[in-house]
């Protein structure tokens, strides 16, 4: 679709082509690597090599005197530099976790930064890093974290059993009669493996400090200006004004790049030492080792169910893997997993416990719903459940699953849910697919060797809660002299299209031509501030600060059109940039014409209407969450010999309200959806015993390609939330809903054999070695044995 096709004076909810393409796809973005200022040098980090070390000592003698390097700085140098360290999101007083910029006197992990050398270009630096000599003692490291509470071995010394927190609902002995007099009881523990973002562009920061004026600049790959301005206004304790952040082009974020950390701050701090611009570009093999990790945890999960299979109570006992250096604190998205396990299922009763565990790995991040453990620990145990008490998965979820009826409901938690559509979603999911002719297409498949499997995850998303720091977003719009208009926002557009999105609400707003309004994001020198991209918050936020503003705009403008005019400001039609009335037909008044005058010509302007064509306004959110879901149902074939499992379908049937632009929302489902994917059956940051990672290349750390993803068929229900335009996020669902769906397609196709799925990644060598263990299990209990044979036939 063009602009022109759109209809009159409305393009939102059209497929209108996205402005950031022309550069993005001809290579003209400007990325933090594109940045080259005056006299900039390059930073590298000395990282280290083994997992708990204690460092006696740092020799930087040879290092320092390589030709072309700048300086060598320890933790002596950088850290005391250190004025404060807190993060906007989440407030000063916030329970925090320790993060130094550089390892002091241990080393936490393979990739703790020990040392960064500043050098005229990154080779030199790189090489000068080989001439640092660490003396390290090594230590026993913390590497399970599931165990990591019975170790005497600590990772902080000031955190005892290395918990970093813990939180819990009302105790789990409060549920012993349910579970005691239920019909069907299902308990399993169910494990996810570490992964992590892995973006297309790495983190990247240009730091350049100017020293008479006291400032610094910012160019950053960053999901949050704002957030990240402040941060280094306390880091080195400057003034926020003396700050500019300038992100332009960042290419992918998925929570990574919402806050900033350790390596941020070295460079922050470094640059302002040195009175210089400073480059840092993590290289691929840092972000494996050093970027962060995320999804590595596991619970003990427990279900009870009447006769019938109606959900009676359920008990989530749930255990998180921080790493060494989280960020932020894990405790306040690590509590999601709890309150958001109840899922769209009507459950009468249930508690939780968490538990947050220090290990000797790379930190814990953010990484697209960061919460996504809930759906996978309860869908995963509903279709286990299903298959003990001889039910079909999809009738036990269609049996529990809320209805629109029952809407505004509390889970157990006290999650309040409205304007969701579970089953909605559900239905036409397996409408789409045409389940019971799946069924009927399986039974063929069986009979002749080939095993296909069907798997779904129905899930609740939360989108632009009310965080405090969060909770509000601002915009400014500007109608220039020649009716042009610029529309500036905060910014933290990483692939998902705010600037499409801002132009879009913006001409509707106006009612101008949407090739007339151009965005200005991720400048906070000239942007109004918020919180950026990340809880999925983005439509919804820039809508209400658009709309906010835009309305006292539009009435100055429909002033101005009437005084022109000579008719009353009611009679006024505006759109397309041009006022009308139908008392005065043939004549017309431009937006063109009307900034003239608001700007021009003050004697043709109405009373009491003032100068100019500009206004900022600032939208607070009003619900404490705006919530969206989907469904996901997945289709494979596994090849019960090899153990390949071959994506045949995957459906999703997606609410995310009234969409601003359908083509950048089904973007945003193709690739949460393929990042879920990857890490049902591919992706895992793998460690030795020793703590060493064994996946730090993209040899080893595998990843989805087009060859493994089949075509994503889309549907949508369209059901208005509480925000601006009925509008809630899309960002993250894709990658809460694909992993359930594609494990419970795998365990759907091998229930022959008799395998249960409880942890990925589903890979070839997993799935065989899960027959394997179910042919054992079967012989072990005299039952009849299911085995693959080469010819893909089964014996029995």
Same mark, same amino acid.
Request: hydrophobic content about 40%; proline content about 7%; overall charge negative.
């Given at each position: 679709?063009? %602009? ?15 402005? #950031? ?34 460092? /006696? ?20 140098? %950088? ?8 993060? @906007? ?98 308990? #399993? ?191 995963? +145990? ?36 409205? /304007? ?40 609740? #998303?939360?989108?632009?809660? !009310? /965080? ?31 600037? &499409? ?18 965005? %200005?994001?991720?400048? &906070? ?28 705009? =539009? ?57 100019? +064509? ?15 879901? !989907? ?91 509480? @925000? ?19 494990? /419970? ?25 899960? %027959?394997?263990?179910?042919?054992? =299990? ?19």
């Amino acid at each position: 679709m063009t %602009i022109s096709d759109a209809p009159a004076g409305r393009y939102t909810g059209t497929r209108v082509p996205r402005v #950031e393409d022309p550069r993005l796809l001809t290579g003209t973005g400007t990325y933090v690597d594109d940045v080259v200022r005056p006299g900039m040098l390059h930073a590298c980090f000395v990282r280290s090599p083994m997992a708990r070390a204690r460092i /006696n000592g740092i020799d930087v003698s040879e290092a320092v005197a390589l030709d072309g390097v700048h300086a060598v700085y320890v933790a002596a140098d %950088i850290n005391p530099r250190v004025h404060e360290q807190w993060y @906007g999101m989440e407030g000063r007083d916030a329970a925090d976790t320790p993060r130094p910029p550089l390892a002091d006197d241990e080393v936490r992990f393979v990739g703790d930064p020990v040392a960064v050398i500043v050098a005229d270009d990154r080779y030199i630096a790189e090489d000068a890093a080989e001439l640092v000599f660490v003396d390290y003692e090594p230590l026993t490291p913390v590497v399970d974290y599931a165990v990591a509470h019975e170790s005497t071995e600590l990772v902080h010394a000031d955190y005892p059993g290395n918990l970093v927190g813990q939180l819990a609902g009302r105790p789990v002995a409060d549920l012993d009669p349910v579970f005691a007099s239920a019909a069907h009881v299902v308990r #399993e523990t169910i494990h996810q493996q570490c992964h992590l973002p892995v973006p297309m562009e790495t983190r990247g920061l240009v730091a350049e400090w100017t020293g008479p004026s006291g400032e610094m600049t910012l160019w950053a790959s960053s999901q949050s200006p704002h957030e990240l301005r402040g941060f280094c206004a306390r880091v080195l304790g400057i003034p926020e004004h003396r700050v500019r952040v300038v992100m332009r082009d960042t290419g992918g974020g998925f929570g990574l790049k919402q806050l900033p950390q350790r390596e941020e701050m070295c460079v922050m701090i470094a640059a302002a030492r040195l009175g210089v611009a400073l480059k840092w570009i993590e290289d691929r093999q840092e972000h494996l080792l050093a970027s962060g990790q995320a999804r590595h945890e596991h619970a003990d999960v427990s279900m009870a169910f009447d006769e019938d299979g109606t959900l009676l109570a359920a008990v989530l006992e749930h255990v998180q893997d921080a790493g060494a250096y989280p960020t932020p604190t894990p405790v306040t998205s690590g509590m999601a997993v709890a309150l958001m396990f109840p899922g769209p299922y009507r459950i009468p009763e249930g508690t939780f416990s968490s538990k947050f565990m220090f290990s000797n790995t790379s930190g814990r991040v953010a990484y697209r719903g960061p919460w996504q453990y809930e759906s996978v620990a309860r869908e995963v +145990l509903l279709d286990i459940a299903a298959r003990q008490i001889g039910i079909d998965p999809i009738e036990l979820r269609r049996k529990n699953m809320l209805r629109r009826d029952e809407l505004p409901y509390s889970n157990y938690i006290g999650m309040p849910y409205d /304007n969701i559509t579970p089953l909605e979603t559900f239905e036409q999911a397996l409408a789409i697919l045409d389940y019971e002719a799946f069924r009927r297409e399986q039974e063929l498949a069986r009979a002749e060797g080939r095993f296909l499997g069907v798997g779904t995850c129905t899930y609740v #998303e939360p989108t632009a809660g !009310a /965080n405090a720091f969060l909770s509000t977003e601002g915009a400014t719009i500007r109608i220039e002299p020649s009716g042009r208009v610029n529309v500036y926002t905060s910014g933290g557009s990483c692939g998902n299209s705010l600037e &499409t999105t801002a132009n879009q609400l913006a001409a509707d707003a106006l009612g101008v031509l949407l090739e007339d309004v151009n965005s %200005i994001q991720g400048d &906070t020198a000239v942007t109004p501030f918020g919180g950026g991209t990340g809880g999925s918050r983005s439509g919804s936020m820039v809508a209400g600060a658009i709309a906010e503003t835009a309305s006292g705009l =539009r009435e100055r403008i429909l002033a101005i059109a009437a005084h022109k005019l000579g008719v009353p400001v009611e009679e006024v039609e505006f759109t397309r940039s041009v006022g009308t009335a139908a008392s005065k037909p043939g004549e017309s008044v431009t937006l063109a014409e009307i900034a003239d005058i608001a700007y021009f010509r003050g004697d043709q302007l109405p009373p009491g209407v003032p100068a100019g +064509l500009e206004a900022s306004g600032r939208y607070r959110a009003q619900a404490p969450m705006v919530w969206a879901n !989907a469904t996901h149902v997945s289709v494979v074939e596994v090849d019960t010999v090899t153990g390949h499992v071959k994506l045949l379908r995957h459906i999703v049937s997606e609410d995310c309200g009234p969409m601003i632009n359908p083509n950048v929302v089904e973007g945003q489902i193709y690739g949460g959806t393929v990042q879920g994917i990857g890490g049902a059956l591919l992706e895992h940051l793998a460690y030795d015993e020793d703590g060493n990672p064994v996946t730090t290349t993209f040899m080893d750390y595998l990843l989805p390609t087009a060859t493994e993803v089949p075509t994503i068929e889309i549907g949508h229900v369209e059901t208005p939330g509480p @925000g601006p335009g009925g509008h809630k996020g899309v960002g993250e669902g894709g990658a809460i809903g694909a992993p359930p769906a594609v494990m /419970n397609a795998v365990a759907d196709a091998l229930a022959p054999f008799g395998v249960k799925v409880t942890r990925g990644p589903l890979s070839p060598s997993a799935i065989v070695e899960l %027959i394997e263990e179910a042919r054992s =299990r079967a012989e072990a209990e005299g039952t009849p044995v299911v085995t693959p044979t080469a010819d893909g036939t089964v014996t029995a």
